[in-house]
Antibody, heavy 118, light 111 residues
Framework: EVQLVESGGGLVQPGGSLRLSCAAS????????ISWVRQAPGKGLEWVSV??????????YYADSAKGRFTISRDNYNNTVYLQMNSLRAEDTAVYYC?????????WGQGTLVTVSS | QSALTQPASVSGSPGQSITISCTGT?????????VSWYQQHPGKAPKLMIY???KRPSGVSNRFSGSKSGNTASLTISGLQAEDEADYYC???????????FGIGTKVTVL
């Protein structure tokens, strides 16, 4: 069974950093594209980042709102994808989901809440 | 890249059909057959309902169907049921620096 489990969310001050984890089971992250999608409280979905499979060159892409501050990476041994978030702002407050990306998002985790506040 | 345009809300009675539109541009919806639709119940993760404009994942009811014309995609729910009450989001591959763009979301209410 395909499963994604996010962790690492929490309360952080503006300007702080946080690393989110997305542990996969039932498939390998090395052979699949994994994205992060976020949802601010009461708002819609926003794509954040994607890391392509090793077979697709492992390229990474970011939304303009994440460029220069967020970094997506992959640990094939632990079958986990990470999102390192630096210079966090209040507007980054959201539930962060990881999802398998195939031109669409077919499997999603349950999400982890990130709150940026002083 | 701007969010795709969806109606804020759509409602219907049980058994009726409703259609949700999703309007983008020639840079996203109009250029790619990578339009997908997601259902989200309160407090839950989104669920894929339609991919590649009109394909249904295994396990999704055939009451859900998708189509596209030009820069506008549509999701139709036939035989509306109480369990269909949820938020629905469209998404399109955009191919530029922002690879994916979501719609603003539509709240479906079953009267």
């Amino acid at each position: 069974e395909v499963q994604l489990v996010e962790s690492g969310g929490g309360l952080v001050q503006p300007g702080g950093s946080l690393r989110l984890s997305c542990a996969a089971s039932g498939f390998t992250v090395e052979s699949n594209n994994i994205s992060w999608v976020r949802q601010a409280p009461g708002k819609g979905l926003e794509w954040v980042s994607v890391i392509y499979s090793g077979g697709s060159g492992g390229r990474t892409y970011y939304a303009d709102s994440a460029k220069g501050r967020f970094t997506i990476s992959r640990d094939n041994y632990n079958n986990t994808v990470y999102l390192q978030m630096n210079s966090l702002r209040a507007e980054d407050t959201a539930v962060y989901y990881c999802a398998r990306a195939r031109g669409y998002f077919d499997s999603w985790g349950q999400g982890t809440l990130v709150t940026v506040s002083s | 890249q701007s969010a795709l345009t969806q109606p804020a809300s759509v409602s219907g009675s049980p058994g009726q059909s409703i259609t949700i539109s999703c309007t983008g541009t020639s840079s996203d919806v109009g250029s790619y057959n990578s339009v997908s639709w997601y259902q989200q119940h309160p407090g839950k993760a989104p669920k894929l309902m339609i991919y590649e404009v009109s394909k249904r994942p295994s396990g999704v009811s055939n009451r859900f169907s998708g189509s596209k014309s030009g820069n506008t995609a549509s999701l139709t729910i036939s035989g509306l049921q109480a369990e269909d009450e949820a938020d629905y989001y469209c998404c399109s591959y955009a191919g530029s620096s922002t690879l994916y763009v979501f719609g603003i979301g539509t709240k479906v209410t079953v009267l």
